[in-house]
């Protein structure tokens, strides 16, 4: 915890904040929400008055590197500058992330014209499917090209292992996404097939790929004890005075 947040509880997530039941301690969320409040023409006086917390002053030397930063970051990239920052993964694992770009791909062009895409509420197995197609690809990519970058140091948790999870629980709930369409939606079983197929696939070739994925601890959301106890604490605190 630092200031009231989870510290990192944003980078293993699954981003649908409004499902999330971590919100009031995720500081991504408070300050987006913030920024949409401040925004809207009637909340804009009402954010300005809330107190804030300043950061300090940055002290000397880093207001120094960030100067040399702004100016390096002024002039473009050569062509093999952005080669150079392209993050790689292993050739054997590239399969991987370009199934699961195809099965994103396919799902959001619409399987049989369905557009699954314009579900939002998550209850409706559409909407999960539509959200994890997205998160799927672009956190096997993370977790496979920080798999092709990682030098065995084990001190903190390694991020791979931790976008693997996230990518394979997002693969879990599209599978049970799918079944729920077949059983509850009138889906015929021949075409929730192929679907199903690619995520039963996808979700064998990871955890191959990364073994301790699903052993991974998601700062708050694999740590349910720690969390009640934040809950209790902040339930049995006595309401803060009106600012
Ligand atoms: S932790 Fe929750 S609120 Fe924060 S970004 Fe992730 S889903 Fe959204």
Redesign the pocket.
């Known amino acids: 915890m630092r200031d009231g947040f989870i510290i990192s ?2 980078n293993y ?5 409004d499902t ?1 039941s ?2 009031s301690y ?1 500081r ?2 408070v300050a987006t929400t913030g920024d949409e409040a401040s925004s809207e023409i009637n909340m804009g006086a009402l954010v300005g008055a809330a107190p804030h917390d300043r950061p300090p002053a940055p002290p000397k030397w880093l207001e120094d590197v960030l100067e040399e930063l702004n100016s390096l970051a002024g002039r473009p990239f050569t062509h093999e500058e952005l080669l150079a920052g392209e993050p790689t993964m292993a050739a054997a694992h590239q399969e991987i992330y370009e199934r699961a770009k195809a099965y994103c791909v396919w799902v959001h062009d619409g399987v049989g014209h369905r557009q699954y895409d314009r579900h939002r509420d998550p209850t409706d197995p559409r909407a999960v499917i539509s959200w994890f197609s997205s998160l799927t690809a672009s956190t096997i990519r993370r977790a496979l090209t920080g798999l092709a970058d990682f030098d065995g140091n084990r001190e903190a948790p390694p991020d791979h292992e931790g976008a693997a999870k996230v990518a394979l629980l997002g693969i879990d709930r599209s599978y049970a996404a799918w079944q729920q369409l077949v059983t509850d939606h009138g889906l015929s079983a021949v075409r929730a097939r192929p679907c199903l197929e690619a995520l039963a696939w996808l979700r064998a070739r990871l955890e191959a790929a990364i073994p301790d994925a699903r052993a991974f601890v998601r700062p ?1 959301f694999d740590e349910p004890e720690a969390v009640a106890r934040l809950r209790a604490a902040a339930a049995s605190r006595p309401p803060e005075r009106a600012w």
């Open positions: 509880v944003f997530c699954d981003r649908w904040c999330c971590l919100s995720c991504v969320f708050g």
